[in-house]
């Protein structure tokens, strides 16, 4: 089993920033992805930004040049620094690691922290 503990949201006005952080414990394999979705009320949960265990990225477009992703792997922690934050990014953000091996592949989830970005 694998526990997934997020930190770091909050409200903010618009233009701010905020540093979300994903702590994972357990049984925890090193060869996995590790990334941020988020949900907002009426929507579906939507990629924010990945990380593989190598430190290769992927961000939405919505995203780009503001959000920046990244992880320490000694820690388990997976990291999202988010800048110029805008209404729109108000959303529970969720932590998700995706275990690639040993397989089969399996998401884990943390439990959500809110983010509100007020105008």
């Known amino acids: 089993q694998v526990q997934l503990v997020e930190s770091g949201g909050g409200l903010v006005q618009a233009g701010g920033s905020l540093r979300l952080s994903c702590t994972a414990s357990?049984?925890?394999?090193?060869?996995?992805?590790m990334g941020w979705y988020r949900q907002a009320p009426g929507k579906q949960r939507e990629l924010v930004a990945t990380i593989k265990f190598l430190g290769s990225t992927n961000y939405a477009d919505a995203v780009k040049g503001r959000f920046t992703i990244s992880r320490d792997n000694a820690k388990n922690t997976v990291y999202l620094q988010m800048n110029s934050l805008k209404p729109e990014d108000t959303a529970v953000y969720y932590c998700?690691?995706?275990?690639?091996?040993?397989?089969?592949?399996?998401?884990?989830w943390g439990q959500g922290t809110q983010v509100t970005v007020s105008s």
């Open positions: 357990g049984s925890v394999s090193s060869i996995n992805v």
């Open positions: 998700n690691l995706q275990r690639l091996l040993p397989p089969p592949t399996y998401d884990y």
